[in-house]
């Protein structure tokens, strides 16, 4: 089935510490997003990709790192300088073009000890 | 990025056609309205995108007057599963240098019984 895949589901860091939350599609998108979502609130933007080794900024890209050496794969890390970095991360993908049709993964719930 | 605003929440009965208005004053003409469904814990879905007039799907129907400064996402008889937050989102589709979305607050749906 193609689809986006986030892992892990969960996920617990203590302060100070790095982390990689991983994401996979198998849809053949060219662009790639990462969310972060908390408690009751929409989503914001961390950092986005339109082709393979290039990426953007978002609305909150500080404390976060990115990486697109594949295609297929798209790599979050929050890193120890992200000041509240508990939260729901959510990872998208979609074509260029068309409609503004974005596939979500099912999210990573990440908190820190 | 045009700005818009939904109610906070809404109520509704089981099998009653649930209307969720959408303000975007600063549409601009490139732009793209589109709804998505969130439930808790999950990824967005996307559920219907339209530019003027009405556009109906299997799941909804969005109407645009013709001044596009509003749009009005309408589910017909909903269910206990259609409980979810409903994102409005207001885009260019032709712009390829950002294709991220910018996610509100959305609107709470909350179907009773």
């Known amino acids: 089935d193609g689809g986006i895949t986030q892992s892990p589901k969960y996920l617990f860091r203590k302060e100070g510490q790095n982390v990689t939350l991983s994401c996979e599609q198998n849809?053949?998108?060219?662009?790639m997003y990462w969310y972060r979502q908390d408690p009751g609130q929409g989503l914001r933007l961390i950092y986005y990709s339109q082709i393979v080794n290039d990426f953007q900024k978002g609305d909150i890209a500080e404390g976060y790192s990115v990486s697109r050496e594949k295609k297929e794969s798209f790599p979050l890390t929050v890193t120890s300088a992200q000041k509240n970095p508990t939260a729901f991360y959510l990872c998208?993908?979609?074509?260029?073009?068309?409609?503004?049709?974005?596939?979500f993964g099912p999210g990573t719930r990440l908190t820190v000890l | 990025l045009a700005k818009t605003t939904q109610p906070i929440s809404m109520d509704s009965y089981e099998g009653q056609e649930v209307n969720i208005t959408c303000s975007h004053n600063?549409?601009?003409?490139?732009?793209?309205i589109t709804w998505y469904q969130q439930f808790p814990s999950q990824g967005p879905r996307f559920i219907i995108q339209?530019?003027?007039t009405k556009v109906t799907n299997e799941v909804a129907s969005l109407f645009i007057p013709a001044d596009r400064k509003s749009s009005t996402l309408s589910l017909p008889r909903v269910s206990l599963s259609d409980t979810a937050v409903y994102y409005c989102?207001?885009?260019?589709?032709?712009?390829?240098?950002?294709?991220?979305?910018?996610f509100g607050s959305g609107t709470r749906l909350q179907v009773q019984p």
């Open positions: 849809l053949n998108h060219d662009a």
């Open positions: 989102l207001v885009g260019d589709r032709m712009d390829t240098g950002r294709r991220a979305l910018t």
């Open positions: 600063n549409i601009a003409t490139n732009d793209y």
């Open positions: 998208a993908s979609s074509t260029l073009s068309g409609a503004f049709e974005q596939f």
């Open positions: 339209g530019y003027k």
